[in-house]
């Protein structure tokens, strides 16, 4: 696929399993010989690690309030807190055009461990299951632990990077038991328009499966199309919606997450499907009880304040990013960022010296300037890079002049002659 002679090249199933955690961790190692500077990570999407996202004092008071009450020391029932799950329901169901209850919620610890059940309950013998590219590489680990196989349908680059319905239509067939989509996007940045979402669901009831609504970015949308929860097409299709408290609330290191089940029409109120649901929850440990009885008062007394600061914040930084990467001749933003905290930045090799691809570009920069970026190559897309703009505006700039004078000394001769 090409875009102003920028191509998209996507990379092989193995490469794509790395994970994200993982290869930080070695860019990280790679750091501790340069200790003239301090580490920048723009590569993690964890917006604590800078002090200019901080979570609420509502939510601060309510964990501590309910850790102190020493009314929540004991375990949870294993599909979450009663209260947790109808807070939830009734948050959700703001964006709804009908109501849920807390027999549709689900809580889960953050929104990976949603993501591997919704992939084990699903699972069978020959299954396989939908997933973008780009995207994020935890859906190909569980899907290879529950020997489902995974088959990549494109985002495309040249509309904003919507899913292509006529590859999800190609690669669909009986066995097909999930179409997976991001929104708002991780590594891309985009938000999916109403009209888009309507499409995607009456494609995945076209070729008869459901879809897993990943929404762990929700509301962070701050571009031209507002965040839609693909709940709201429940009618169309059923929809597993997976979400947590850890972006919006900027509290990842809590673990608060939820599977629910946005399906109006009842497909998942057939009793072997609630069955296989609740047993497999009784598998699992849910967050710390204190933390799920805070709920109800983080989400129904966080003032709309906070809310807007985050998203204007996001959007300041996504400018801060996109300008300083047009000052850097190697690398290419196509679209603008129009939600979530991340985005994908197309890397021109043919500009550059002594770098092999995007993997040997990380490396080398976070050993010679101690910034941190992750690799395209683990969200799907080789010698592209997913940048993290959740980060100090100071921070963002520092380490992007770093990027450019990393790439400025690796220059091919000719260039640094013009």
């Known amino acids: 696929m090409e875009n102003g002679g920028n191509s998209v090249n996507y990379e092989s199933k193995e490469t794509s399993t790395m994970t994200i955690k993982g290869i930080l961790s070695l860019l990280m190692q790679s750091t501790v010989e340069n200790k003239n500077k301090r580490v920048i ?49 009734e948050y959700l169901s703001r964006d709804l055009p009908y109501k849920l209850s807390s027999h549709d919620v689900f809580i889960t610890c953050g929104c990976t461990q949603a993501i591997d059940v919704s992939v084990a309950i699903l699972a069978r013998g020959g299954a396989n299951i939908l997933l973008p590219r780009p995207g994020f590489p935890i859906y190909e680990l569980c899907a290879a632990f529950r020997q489902v196989e995974v088959r990549h349908y494109d985002l495309l680059l040249e509309k904003g990077w919507e899913v292509d319905l006529d590859s999800v239509k190609a690669l669909a067939d009986h066995n097909t038991v999930a179409l997976v989509i991001i929104n708002p996007g991780n590594p891309c940045g985009n938000v999916y328009s109403y009209n888009h979402l309507e499409k995607i669901a009456e494609t995945a009831k076209q070729i008869g499966t459901i879809v897993i609504a990943d929404e762990v970015y929700g509301h962070l949308a701050f571009g031209s199309n507002p965040f839609v929860p693909m709940g709201v097409f429940g009618v169309i299709v059923p929809v597993i919606t997976l979400g947590s408290l850890s972006k919006r609330w900027i509290v990842p290191g809590w673990r608060l997450g939820w599977f629910v089940t946005t399906d109006p029409s009842g497909t998942f109120k057939n009793p072997k499907v609630v069955e296989r649901i609740r047993k497999y929850f009784d598998l699992l440990g849910g967050p710390a009880t204190f933390i799920q009885a805070a709920v109800p008062r983080i989400l129904n007394q966080t003032e709309e ?45 043919l500009l550059l010296e002594d770098i092999n691809d ?33 980060a100090d505006p100071s921070a963002l700039v520092e380490g992007l002049k770093r990027v450019k004078v990393f790439c400025q000394r690796h220059a091919k001769k000719w260039l640094k002659q013009c």
């Open 305 to 349: 304040s906070f809310f807007k600061k985050t998203i204007d914040d996001l959007r300041l930084n996504s400018d801060i990013c996109f300008k300083e990467i047009e000052e850097i001749p190697c690398m290419f933003c196509p679209h603008k960022p129009e939600g979530s905290m991340t985005m994908i930045v197309k890397l021109n090799l």
């Open 41 to 89: 990570s723009l590569g993690l999407g964890d917006p604590t690690l800078f002090s200019c996202f901080q979570t609420t004092s509502v939510s601060e008071e309510a964990v501590a309030d309910t850790l102190l009450s020493h009314n929540f020391h004991g375990y949870a029932p294993t599909a979450g807190l009663l209260q947790t799950r109808q807070a939830i329901a």
């Open 358 to 390: 995007d993997i040997d570009f990380c490396f080398k920069l976070a050993k010679e300037e101690s910034v941190i970026i992750l690799p395209g190559t683990t969200v799907g897309l080789k010698d592209w890079l997913r940048i993290t703009f959740a």
